[in-house]
C-alpha cells in the first residue's frame, strides 16, 4: 500500500511539475495596448468614467503611457526634431526624450470612442489617442482601404493614434506627433509583435496623404525605424525582441510626415517577456 502511494505520489509530481521534478518554466508576463489602455475620464462629470468602466476597462495607470512628441523642428530657432526617429541638435529634445504625457480627456458613447487629446495651437486639429470600439467612419483605421473588416466590434485589438501638424508642404515635418510608451517592469527579453493599421482616406481629392511610423527605444535607437506610409495603405506588420533593463521603454510613435491634416492609425501591439 505505502509502494502504491508513493507510485501515486511520483505520478502526480510528474504532470504538475513534469519531467525531472522541475517546475518549469514561468508562464510569460503578457500586455496588450487595447486589453490594458487605462483612461481616467478628468474633466467636467462622470458620466464618461461610469461608461469606461460600465465596459470593465481600466482606469488605474500601469505600464503604459500616452501623449505627443514634438516634431515640428528642423530650423535654426526651433531646435525640435524634425522627424519621429530624427537626430536633433540638442540632446534633451531627441524624440525619445521629449514625450509629453497627454491629459485632456474626452469621449463619444454612440461609438464608443474613450481618448486622450491635445489641441494644435496652430489650429490644426488634435493628437488623439485612444480606445474606439469599431470603425464608424471613412477615416478610422479598418473602415475601408486594403485593411477593411480588420476591426471587429467591439474592437479588441487595434488603439487608435492621430498626430497633427506638419505643415502641408510635404516637407516631411512630422508635425505634433502622436506616442503610445510602454515601461519594462525588470530587465529581462521582451518579444514585440503586432502591426500598424493605416486609416484616412485614399482617394482624397487633396491628393495622396500620407503619415510615418516608428518603434523608438528610450536608448536612443529606433527598434523600427520611421517609414512612410499611405492613407489606408497596406498592413505593415512588426516582430521583434528587445532586451532591456527595469524602467526602459519602448514608444509606438506616428507622425503626420508634412500633412496639415494629420492622419490616424490603429496600433496592434502584444509584449511578452521571453
Not at 509530481?13 to 513534469?18: A, D, I, N
Not at 525531472?20 to 518554466?25: F, H, K, P, T
Request: net charge negative.
Amino acid at each position: 500500500m505505502r509502494k502504491q502511494r508513493l507510485r501515486l505520489g511520483m505520478i502526480a509530481m510528474v504532470l504538475v511539475c513534469g519531467w525531472g521534478g522541475d517546475a518549469g518554466l514561468a508562464a510569460p508576463k503578457k500586455w496588450d495596448v487595447v486589453k490594458d489602455f487605462w483612461w481616467t475620464g478628468q474633466g467636467p462629470g462622470e458620466e464618461g468614467l461610469m461608461s469606461w468602466r460600465a465596459m470593465g476597462r481600466e482606469t488605474k495607470p500601469n505600464q503604459w503611457s500616452y501623449g505627443t512628441i514634438n516634431c515640428t523642428g528642423g530650423t535654426p530657432d526651433n531646435p525640435y526634431p524634425k522627424q519621429i526617429d530624427g537626430i536633433c541638435a540638442q540632446a534633451d529634445r531627441e524624440p525619445f526624450v521629449q514625450f509629453s504625457p497627454l491629459a485632456e480627456t474626452a469621449y463619444n458613447e454612440s461609438i464608443p470612442f474613450f481618448f486622450y487629446f491635445r489641441a494644435d495651437p496652430k489650429g490644426s486639429g488634435k493628437v488623439e489617442v485612444g480606445y474606439y470600439g469599431k470603425a464608424w467612419y471613412e477615416l478610422a483605421p479598418g473602415f475601408d482601404g486594403e485593411g477593411a473588416g480588420k476591426v471587429l466590434a467591439p474592437n479588441e485589438e487595434y488603439l487608435y493614434l492621430k498626430p497633427v501638424g506638419g505643415g502641408g508642404d510635404g516637407s516631411g515635418i512630422d508635425g505634433t506627433a502622436a506616442a503610445v510608451k510602454w515601461k519594462a517592469p525588470e530587465k529581462g527579453t521582451y518579444r514585440v509583435a503586432g502591426e500598424w493599421l493605416p486609416g484616412g482616406l485614399k482617394n482624397s481629392p487633396e491628393g495622396v496623404n500620407t503619415m510615418s511610423l516608428a518603434i523608438l527605444s528610450s536608448k536612443g535607437k529606433a527598434l523600427v525605424p520611421r517609414k512612410v506610409v499611405e492613407d489606408d495603405g497596406p498592413v505593415e506588420p512588426f516582430d521583434l525582441e528587445a532586451k532591456m533593463e527595469k524602467d526602459e521603454e519602448i514608444i509606438f510613435v506616428v507622425g503626420s510626415d508634412g500633412s496639415a491634416r494629420g492622419n490616424m492609425v490603429g496600433l496592434k501591439a502584444k509584449i511578452e517577456t521571453k
